[in-house]
């Protein structure tokens, strides 16, 4: 499947200037008005969850990273990404905590490049992501096998369906995903939780507005 699909249109667009801009439109703006589920959310759902050993895979531009009160000078902080904008961004916005990072396309497998962590976090990847559910269960697969048994991965998405409220959150996502910047136009909450069944078990769904909060744990 990844030889057919477009992996590059979901983090191309993710260059110097418009990370830049990313924080504001997504985090000021966008969950708000668009998503239904504020920022505030997101970070109490990252806080619950992360660990002091911790890999953070689409990284963005740091920001739940540089949020998290929960560091110490022992915490091990790894970072992957496909883009490296974004790689170089939160690397430097997190710049104390000496962050491995690892530069690598979710469609493989990866674990063999890093130590295993006990908390992984897919913070708005999966809505990202080109593909039916069974790339993301793909993609959650490789996650999982970078965990510690007994390890957490947890994260958010966008889902598609049912379309978010308002009108001007439909247009937004409609035009997202016609231009590959998303890829979620069908994914549902069942969908998501299919896709985690596979790989982790104590699986938890929280739907905010279209976001899905979601956690489960490596057998």
């Known amino acids: 499947m990844p030889d057919t699909l477009d992996l590059q249109a979901g983090h191309q667009i993710y260059t110097r200037k418009t990370l830049a801009l990313y924080d504001v439109i997504v985090h000021r703006f966008s969950n708000h008005w668009l998503w239904n ?5 997101l970070q109490a759902w990252f ?7 911790h890999l953070d ?6 920001f739940f990273l540089e949020r998290c009160t929960k560091w ?3 915490s091990r902080i790894g970072l992957l990404d496909a883009n490296e904008n974004c790689l170089h961004v939160a690397e430097q916005r997190i710049a104390p905590l000496q962050a491995e990072v690892i530069h690598a396309n979710l469609a493989e497998p990866f ?3 890093t130590e295993p962590f006990q908390s992984l976090s897919l913070m708005y990847v999966l809505h990202c992501l080109p593909g ?4 993301r269960k793909r993609v959650i697969g490789h996650c999982a096998t970078s965990l510690l ?3 957490q991965l947890f994260g958010a998405t966008i889902l598609g369906q049912p379309q978010p409220r308002g009108w001007l959150g439909r247009r937004v996502m409609a035009s997202y995903n016609r231009k590959g910047i998303f890829g979620n136009a069908d994914d549902t909450k069942d969908a998501l939780a299919a896709s985690l069944s596979d790989s982790l078990h104590d699986i938890e769904i929280e739907q ?7 956690s489960g744990v490596r057998p």
């Open 37 to 41: 589920c504020p920022t505030a959310k």
């Open 111 to 113: 674990s063999l490049q």
């Open 132 to 135: 039916d559910a069974a790339f």
């Open 72 to 74: 110490t000078s022992e």
């Open 149 to 151: 048994p007994g390890g």
């Open 57 to 62: 895979v689409g990284v963005g531009t740091g």
């Open 208 to 214: 905010i507005g279209s976001v899905a909060l979601f």
């Open 47 to 53: 806080e619950r969850h992360v660990t002091d050993n």
